[in-house]
């Protein structure tokens, strides 16, 4: 009884859970966009119940001095989280049976709000830690999402929401939040948002116009005219299309360091604090 009003639902319950509600939330998303049902569903996609931010940890940065400075925003965020959670699988590529990526780089949660979350998901972390795990997710392709949606406190029965925030490692292939993104309604389009001082620049010199972008961009957020990519204003600078480019025609414009972390904080603290005991 103690563990029940201390915890929230454990493992075997969630993933019973999410198997359960996955067709609703993936349908949900995939007719975001239609004429009458979109006012039904976008509602859910409101912020500032629905925010996710993606970071690209994982792509090679020109300049020499700012190689790691995308992984050392999501480092920034963590050194600010007063409790760490760490799942130990992600549960989307555990639910998809994932042969892509590893399923044993789960989530990580952040702030006081995660007290809540049940033993069997993971362990609590330091610092360090939750660093390293960052780093062991670059590693292995992952894309961070900082995300502060409400399906992840209604999935783990954690009811602290404004001391909440959420660290996801993403993917193309399984991930709830990448897929079904290409025919999206407004609310679900603007619940993805690029982090402002990160963009993605094009040499023409450099491509030959073979697509590969394109086909990977998750928002169609890339177009084709004559031969030449041209990115819209949809784009959520994630770098995934850089990260595929096989003539290295794509690459990231960084701000300054200060302005990217007072950037990331200002749209954390709008939604949660993450860094109260």
């Not at 700012?66 to 920034?76: F, Q, T």
């Not at 993971?122 to 995300?147: M, N, T």
Request: charge should be neutral; glycine fraction near 6%; hydrophobic fraction near 40%.
């Amino acid at each position: 009884m103690k563990s029940i009003l201390r915890y929230g639902p454990n493992k075997k319950f969630v993933r019973f859970s999410v198997r359960l509600s996955w067709p609703l939330m993936s349908a949900a998303r995939k007719l975001s966009a239609y004429p009458v049902l979109k006012w039904i569903i976008n509602p859910f996609f409101a912020y500032p119940y629905n925010e996710v931010t993606a970071i690209p940890i994982g792509v090679e940065i020109p300049q020499p001095d700012n190689v790691i400075l995308p992984r050392a925003i999501v480092e920034h965020v963590i050194k600010q989280a007063s409790e760490i959670f760490i799942l130990d699988e992600c549960i989307c590529r555990s639910k998809c049976n994932c042969t892509n990526h590893p399923i044993d780089i789960g989530c990580m949660a952040l702030g006081k709000g995660a007290q809540r979350i049940h033993p069997s998901h993971g362990h609590k972390a330091d610092h360090e830690e939750a660093v390293e795990h960052v780093r062991k997710a670059a590693h292995a392709g992952l894309i961070p999402s900082i995300a502060h949606t409400w399906i992840d406190p209604v999935a783990f029965g954690l009811p602290d929401f404004r001391h909440l925030m959420f660290i996801c490692f993403c993917d193309d292939c399984c991930c709830l939040y990448r897929t079904h993104m290409k025919n999206r309604g407004p609310n679900l389009d603007k619940a993805y948002k690029g982090l402002p001082g990160i963009s993605v620049q094009l040499d023409e010199n450099k491509c030959n116009g073979c697509g590969i972008c394109a086909q990977h961009c998750f928002v169609a957020a890339i177009d084709m005219v004559e031969g030449i990519p041209r990115l819209s204003e949809s784009c959520k600078s994630c770098g995934r299309c850089v990260d595929v480019c096989p003539e290295n025609a794509l690459s990231l414009n960084l701000a300054p360091a200060e302005e990217l972390f007072d950037q990331i904080m200002i749209r954390i603290n709008k939604v949660a604090d993450i860094s109260s005991m």
